[in-house]
């Protein structure tokens, strides 16, 4: 993965890579996060407490060439619960996402525009709101430092709070196999 900024014309994969490795893991590393790929996670308590805390930066299916598109996944897996659910008759599938670190294998999920508050900050871009579906675009015009710092400040004023609500037993209440 670069640790350089690639250039303006290099292929969007080693630019969303960049944005990983040279800012959003950076950010997420002091508070106990691991990274594997595109994916940061940290895993937190123990027992039924213990969870999972996840962090996607996804890019788009129609990437091609030096552009494209990401957005931001988030997503907590509560470890036992989905233990038990997969030990029930017909769920056998989900035991090979038990402590696995990938949003797909996560309870509760949402994007980046699902922790944001309905009053707009000055800072963010047009494309960003509440409760929207958001992708970040990325072109051949792109500043991948300042989109970087960007996805980092958004992860932590709002998806590192929103992990933490979502990591508590009641948010996954209504999860039909526990």
């Known amino acids: 993965m670069p ?4 250039a303006a014309d290099a292929k969007i994969g080693r630019k969303i890579d960049y944005l990983v490795v040279g800012h959003l893991a950076p950010a997420l590393a002091p508070l106990g996060f691991q990274r594997k790929a595109r994916v940061l996670w940290r895993d937190e308590g123990e ?17 091609e060439g030096s552009a494209g598109e990401v957005c931001l996944n988030l997503g907590t897996q509560f470890v036992e619960r989905m233990r038990r659910a997969a030990a029930q008759p017909g769920n056998e599938w989900m035991a090979g996402y038990v402590g696995v670190p990938d949003d797909a294998a996560c309870q509760v999920r949402t994007r980046i525009g699902g922790t944001l508050p309905t009053t707009r900050e000055a800072w963010w871009p047009d494309t960003l709101g509440p409760a929207q579906d958001t992708w970040l675009q990325i072109d051949m015009r792109t500043d991948l430092d300042e989109l970087g710092a960007l996805i980092a400040r958004l992860v932590t004023e709002y998806g590192l709070p929103w992990l933490e609500r979502a990591s508590r037993g009641e948010a996954v209440e209504a999860f039909c196999f526990v």
């Open 47 to 63: 027992g039924e407490a213990r969870v999972l805390q996840v962090v996607n930066l996804q890019g788009g299916k129609w990437n």
């Open 3 to 6: 640790t350089e900024c690639p």
